[in-house]
């Protein structure tokens, strides 16, 4: 029984921990940096001429 109270105390903690620390409780987006930096590398560059 007290194994179950430790358990339980440790994953409030840790998923306390990492709702407080993530990127998207912070605001950031769900996609991680390298897609959005290449799709903004990507809309930087212009069309090649026909």
């Not at 605001?27 to 560059?45: F, L």
Request: net charge positive.
């Amino acid at each position: 029984m007290r194994f179950a109270g430790w358990m339980l105390a440790g994953l409030v903690v840790y998923v306390g921990y990492g709702r407080s620390h993530s990127r998207l409780a912070r605001g950031g987006t769900r996609e991680p940096a390298a897609v959005r930096d290449a799709e903004e590398a990507a809309g930087a560059r212009e069309a090649p001429p026909r």
